[in-house]
């Protein structure tokens, strides 16, 4: 049974067909280096317990150096026999500093507790990276804000006109929710740092008098679990961020759908830049917005990966089950997935060309100013309910007309509701409209400015 870790009860070594089954190295060789690190600080915490000298220890730092370096150059390569990282990088070990000292670095840890830390840093490093990346992306929808900062756009309920509001308003709507996302990852990776698993040995935790708190802090955690069976069968951090790397898709894939819906004839809101956008093969004049239909099917798949680690996780008892090691997979694909995505699509918002003016000439259409209408006449000291009716009879009268709301005479409006004079126009235009939603969080252009200032002000404390 060369190369495994247990032979001491087998007679035989495992079959053909289970090795196949078993092996992960295919997908977890990528943690290599965490498990490096993390045998560095069981070795320190083993010479803290006197289970190594010093000489003992110094030899094994090198040894996992050198590892370090032949899996960064590409010699160390996981061999056929090889079930997973760890056994990997112990055999890698054995080689490099002997059986009788490279066998002596297991004492008090098991791959069970290993797995749960090294997963951990590693999911914290890239969870820093995305985060980072969608800064960016908020940064992008800011600076197209501040390019826009008046420019008035039809704004959409059940995608019908609604109301005008402000280009700015609406992109930074894509803006806070990517934010939040930020946040989200922020308090996560505050949640994991607090509890490193190390030390909860395979279930139990350790009899040698190991110092999982020491092992902790050598590794960047804040503290250790205070449960070694919760250290060893938790994975709710795994999924946790699977939500929130969904969250970030879906999120995202709301732009995109509205990229491809701006960029058609229909809209004619925008144009993409060449950079970001793909051709036809077989038809010469077609402009594709890939990017963002991409980001669009990503999110499918974010939502997979949460949706098939928690049917993964459903009812397994605990402590440690093998079905945990389907927790890798999944969340891998979704940080590569977003490590690929969020920057060709901060890419694409950011080289966005807006056609201001088309938007601008369809924000009054739609009687998207029957609401202005409605409330000019509450300040007028009208019921709501009644200036609802006389707007909508507005509405009406237009459409058997075939005109929009400032179209109508004073005499129109007057003989629809003798309360209607010729001060209602102050309200009919897509300016004064937008310019009388001054509440905060509203689309009046000074309001629209300083939640651009906040929104800042916010990533600048990230
Ligand atoms: N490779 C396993 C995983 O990813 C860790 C090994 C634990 N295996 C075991 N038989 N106890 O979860």
Redesign the pocket.
Known sequence: NEGSLWGGRFAGGPSPALEALSR?THF?WRLAPYDLDGSRAHARVLRGAGLLTDSELDGLLAGLDELHELFASGELRPRPQD??V?GALEGALLEVVGPELGGRLRAGR???DQ?ATLFKVFLRDHARVIAGLLLDLVEADADQAERHLGAIMPGRTHLQHAQPVLLSHHLLAHAWPLLRDVARLRDWDARVAAESPYGSG?LAGSSLGLDPEAVARDLGFTGSVANSIDGTAARDFVAELAFVLAMVGVDVSRQAEEVILWATREFGFVTLDDGYSTGSSIMPQKKNPDVAELARGKAGRLVGNLAGLLATLKALPLA?N?D??ED?EPVFDSVDTLEVLLPAFTGQVATLRFHTERMADLAPQGFSLATDVAEWLVREGVPFREAHEVSGACVRRCEELGVDLPDLTDDQFAELDPRLTPGVREVLTVEGSVASRDSRGGTAPARVAEQLAELRTVVAEH
């Open positions: 992960s977890d079930e997973d760890h098991s791959r069970n797995i395979a440690y093998r945990l090691q890798k």
